[in-house]
């Protein structure tokens, strides 16, 4: 048996302190995320009349409103902040892997959201989405508080057995890439005109409604999904940079996004409510995405959603360059200019679904 130590007993107490004192400090950002469909709704309630219609600003409503909106994206960034964390102390690994994880969840949020949207009225749900909401971060919150503090199971898998998996990560995303370059370019032609969108969507649905390639493109996102996520809970359990937390943070955002669009398009939509999933069911119109009190949840979904979905891409491409041995500084510098160029491209796609047109 081993002499008892004084220093020993001093460790372990300062371990199961710390343990329990970082499992409540997680409800500081629960408590933020909390406040996330309220943040929407208040920025929506300040830009529509009573009609539904937009609002006439003055300039303290329309300095709220964008603190509002901003409040609204800062809870997301949140989650990557708290994502890049790293752990100073050896023995809280489970604990700085959980919160890393829940900050990876917060990321989703805004996509989260419209997931439980959708399927609340496909189930009838007669409970707002708001309380919905309000009830799973609080159960969450709870479960992570009293899970047992005790190490779990070994879940640092060396990325190095992963290898594979990332390549055909890597293979599969080509085939979405194909989509996604068409279909954000298709949503570019919103800022011409609603009519100009269908027509370039017209043309893309010749081959990607094809009977061979949609069954494709469903199982090459769906495979996406699932290895991403596979991968994302590997990597959420080492510490990171703040590039490659980004790329697990808008891999997971995509993971959601990807599941719940399908859902969105395919069950919802086509199956469940016979809408024809054009113009005027990706921007809410006519009442238009600002100004419907559902459809607002669209706006941060489908904005971060462009962004991340290029910014993911680029730092796929950081990754395979660094690999093969490309300077790190210029690597560095073409992820900036990457996701900056992804910024406007989702800007630009946000503002004609908004309703501004070019010209
Ligand atoms: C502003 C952002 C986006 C909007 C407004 C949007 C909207 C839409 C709409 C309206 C459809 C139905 C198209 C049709 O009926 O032909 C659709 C389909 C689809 N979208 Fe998106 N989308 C967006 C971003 C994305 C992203 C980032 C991805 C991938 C990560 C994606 C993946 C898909 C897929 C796989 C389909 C099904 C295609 C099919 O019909 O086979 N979308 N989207």
């Known amino acids: 048996m081993q002499p008892w130590k004084y220093s020993d007993s001093l460790a372990s107490y300062t371990q199961e302190s710390a343990v329990s004192k970082v499992q409540w400090i997680l409800w500081g950002p629960i408590a933020v995320t909390l406040f996330y469909p309220f943040l929407l709704d208040a920025f929506h309630y300040l830009v529509t009349d009573d009609q539904g219609h ?22 997301p960034a949140m989650g990557l902040a708290l994502a890049c964390k790293k752990s100073r102390a050896p023995y809280d690994d489970v604990t700085t892997t959980r919160a890393r994880r829940l900050a990876l969840m917060i990321v989703a ?18 409970v707002s989405d708001q309380s919905i909401w309000v009830a799973g ?3 969450l919150g709870c479960v992570l508080t009293f899970a047992r503090k005790a190490p779990l199971p070994q879940v640092k898998r060396s990325m190095r057995d992963l290898a594979w998996l990332r390549v055909a990560h890597g293979v599969a995303g080509v085939i979405v890439l194909l989509f996604v370059t068409f279909h954000l370019f298709n949503h570019l032609f919103g800022l011409i005109s609603p009519e100009a969108h269908t027509a370039v969507m017209e043309v893309g649905r010749q081959v990607y409604r094809a ?29 990171v940079d703040a590039y490659r937390i980004v790329q697990i943070g ?32 990706a921007s809410g119109d006519p009442v238009g995405m600002l100004h419907d009190p559902w459809s607002i949840r669209l706006l941060p979904h489908y904005a971060i959603g462009v962004f991340f979905v290029l910014t993911h891409l680029v730092s796929g491409l950081r990754v395979v360059l660094l690999a093969h041995g490309a300077p790190r500084l210029r690597v560095n510098n073409l992820w900036w200019a990457g996701a900056g160029a992804s910024a406007l491209v989702s800007l630009l796609i946000m503002l004609g679904m908004t309703g501004t047109r070019l010209g």
Do not use: D, K
């Open 137 to 139: 971060w609080l159960l």
């Open 250 to 281: 808008s891999g997971v955002f995509l993971a959601v996004f990807i599941l719940g669009h399908l859902n969105a398009v395919f069950i919802f939509a086509r199956t469940y409510a016979g809408i024809e999933t054009g113009w005027a069911f």
């Open 109 to 126: 949020a805004p996509t989260l959201y419209c997931f439980i949207g959708v399927n609340s009225i496909m189930l009838g749900s007669p």
């Open 54 to 75: 937009r609002a006439s600003l003055t300039l303290a409503t329309a300095v709220l409103a964008a603190l509002l909106l901003l409040g609204v994206f800062a809870v």
């Open 211 to 239: 009977p061979f390639v949609e069954p494709v493109l469903v199982v090459a996102l769906l495979f996406q999904v699932f290895s991403g996520l596979r991968l994302a809970w590997s990597w959420s359990a080492h510490s």
